[in-house]
């Protein structure tokens, strides 16, 4: 009796030892797993970025880039204020847009004048607004020659909402919306930017041209440097062209529907990407244009719904950077199958079985969110393992990643623009 009550307490010893054992290797464990994960770096501009981005006439970009295991935020200064850049994609369209600001500031303008003409326009769209107000009734009314050219205005104002981006409605219809999309082509810029400083520059020009016939557009055919403006190729820039600029919003809109309607896809899921506020017309018609160039894959639709999740306009471009991406592999690298489901984006199956993941991502380190996402890209049932797995991205990989990635079998492929969207194209 006392030699078992006195062994009662050895093994309860005993067993917490083991027990603190236990618990210490797991934590220690934990401690070593999270110890293998990369922190954010923060990058050197001078590193990573070529001498004409890092500084030019009209912008300078700071020593300082701030990673988040992504993408790069680059931190701009210009004679126009300060900047801020989320990805090196966007950092291109930023350093275009500075060199277009400075050009237009160059063509003078009667800013006294351009004031007084502006309160004319103003007068004429208080004048038109009961065809917004009473839409049906206005354009019933109309003489039935005139009936059709409001065709597309009946089909669409009242039922789609003008996104940040945009004009007002009543300055689309008015037609100096054109007039803004006509001097934005002859810059090289986008009409829908959410630049604020070059849609001031733009609206100046826009109203003088439109109101006042100060003749802007011939005096941006002489201003010098405007031709030698180019676009950066990356990402959905190279499907931004003079239609989308110089095209009425509502058009673009009704013309987006249509086409994505004839794909098959879901109605109520068009009318919801479509009148998602986060994508501009530019954003919605350059997802469609890549959808459609992706005609036959399987389960396309699912990039439609993947859209729907933007909540910034940010995130509306990266997704529609990805649809691009993924459009440009199926045309100049594989033919695709299929579009499957990866954590909340894609990956897509080849014609031949292999999986491909393809991504906007500027520098993409080792971390938790990368571990989950290759787990997410590896689990991929009823595909061929010997057709391999592809992870195409537009930047670079740390060296930790990559070697993760490839311990797990994928190819990688680093700087990949000109391989998914060819110059000459």
Request: aromatic residues 6%.
């Amino acid at each position: 009796m006392l030699k078992h009550a006195y062994c009662a307490p050895t093994s309860l010893k005993i067993i917490a030892l083991l027990a603190l054992a236990a618990a210490l290797v797991a934590i220690a464990m934990v401690h070593h797993a999270q110890a293998e994960f990369e922190e954010p770096p923060l990058l050197s501009a001078r590193e990573i970025l070529p001498s004409e981005q890092l500084k030019g006439p009209n912008h300078e970009v700071a020593d300082e880039v701030e990673n988040n295991g992504l993408f790069n935020r680059y931190t701009v200064s210009s004679p126009f204020g300060s900047f801020e850049a989320p990805s090196s994609s966007a950092l291109g369209f930023l350093i275009n847009e500075l060199n277009a600001i400075a050009e237009m500031k160059k063509v003078k303008t009667d800013d006294t004048a351009i004031a007084s003409l502006k309160q004319s326009g103003e007068n004429t769209i208080a004048g038109i607004k009961n065809l917004f107000t009473n839409t049906e009734e206005t354009v019933k009314g109309a003489a039935s020659g005139v009936q059709s050219l409001f065709h597309r205005a009946s089909e669409t104002i009242g039922k789609r909402e003008v996104t940040g981006a945009e004009d007002s409605k009543a300055q689309q219809l008015i037609g100096f919306s054109r007039s803004k999309g006509e001097i934005a082509t002859a810059f090289h810029v986008n009409v829908y930017s959410r630049n604020r400083v070059l849609q001031e520059e733009l609206d100046r020009l826009a109203w003088a041209d439109y109101l006042g016939g100060l003749g802007v557009g011939l005096a941006t055919s002489m201003v010098p440097g405007v031709g030698g403006i180019v676009l950066s190729t990356s990402g959905a820039a190279r499907l931004l062209n003079e239609a989308i600029n110089t095209t009425p919003a509502a058009e673009l809109w009704v013309q987006s529907r249509d086409k994505l309607l004839a794909l098959g896809m879901d109605g109520d899921t068009v009318q919801l990407f479509l009148n998602n506020q986060m994508y501009s017309p530019a954003l919605y018609t350059v997802m469609t244009a890549a959808l459609e160039s992706m005609k036959g894959v399987d389960n396309l639709e699912l990039l439609l719904k993947v859209s729907l999740q933007a909540s910034s306009p940010e995130m509306a471009r990266v997704i529609t950077e990805i649809t691009v991406l993924t459009a440009g592999y199926h045309t100049h690298v594989t033919p695709l199958r299929t579009i499957l489901p990866m954590a909340r984006i894609t990956k897509a199956v080849t014609k031949d079985g292999a999986v491909a993941v393809i991504l906007p991502t500027d520098h993409l380190i080792w971390s938790e969110r990368a571990a989950n996402a290759l787990m997410e890209m590896s689990d991929t049932p009823a595909v061929s393992e010997s057709a391999g797995k592809e992870l195409w991205v537009l930047g670079d990989l740390s060296d930790k990643a990559r070697d993760e990635f490839k311990k797990a079998g994928w190819k990688i492929t680093t700087g990949a623009g000109q391989q998914l969207l060819p110059a000459k194209d």
